[in-house]
């Protein structure tokens, strides 16, 4: 008798498919039929469940989000925070083959995003999800007295956001060959700022 299919699990798959096929030969190369052959179906399989090369995009992002959510939660807890601060943005920065991956579907998504709604609404709630997490490991940083006292961790957490965001999408491009020892000195010169105070005006705290 054969076994019944697990329908959320046969999604997980082509889902799984998409992200590989994005990650190693970019939006370009998501097709209907890239992604049944590299989850091992047919193409008819596929189309029970997706129709369209957008519904693979929004699926591959959703997995995506997941993976690294998972890695950024355990980046989170490590201490002391300014090591978790680094943790959890060594993740976001493209600087290895699997991060632009990810940031190749992002962009994608970016893209979307101007004409959808929902996926607008998404990509809200992911960069909201973001800054929270940037802005608590900052705050815990200020309450072990590593990062200065008169710093806005909010406002801290969205500077950091723009130059994460700068630099991925400059190397994912091509527009800029920004090595990743380069990358992390960026990060690194953006946190002496903060530890010392330093930070521009705008990650600071406003005044009353």
């Known amino acids: 008798m054969a076994r019944a299919v697990d329908h959320a699990e046969r999604r997980e798959i082509f889902a799984a498919a998409a992200l590989r096929v994005i990650m190693r030969e970019g939006v370009a ?56 601060v680094r943790r959890v943005v060594a993740l976001a920065l493209p600087l290895t083959a699997e991060t632009r991956g990810y940031w190749r579907i992002w962009l994608a998504y970016w893209e979307r995003s101007s004409y959808d709604d929902e996926v607008a609404r998404v990509m809200r709630l992911r960069y909201d999800e973001w800054r929270g997490r940037l802005e608590r490991v900052l705050r815990r940083a200020q309450s072990e007295a590593a990062v200065a006292p008169e710093v806005d961790a909010r406002e801290a957490a969205e500077a950091l956001i723009a130059l994460v965001d700068g630099i991925g999408v400059q190397v994912v491009l091509g527009v800029s060959r920004i090595s990743a020892a380069r990358q992390r000195a960026m990060f690194d010169a953006w946190l002496d700022k903060v530890r010392s105070g330093r930070a521009p005006t705008h990650g600071l705290r406003r005044s009353a």
């Not at 209907?32 to 193409?43: D, I, K, L, N, Q």
């Open 29 to 84: 190369g998501l097709t209907v039929r890239a992604v049944a052959a590299e989850a091992g179906f047919t193409t008819g399989a596929l189309t029970h469940y997706f129709n369209s090369k957008d519904q693979l995009l929004i699926e591959a992002s959703e997995l995506s989000a997941r993976l690294v959510r998972e890695r950024m939660e355990r980046a989170e807890r490590v201490r002391p925070a300014l090591e978790a």
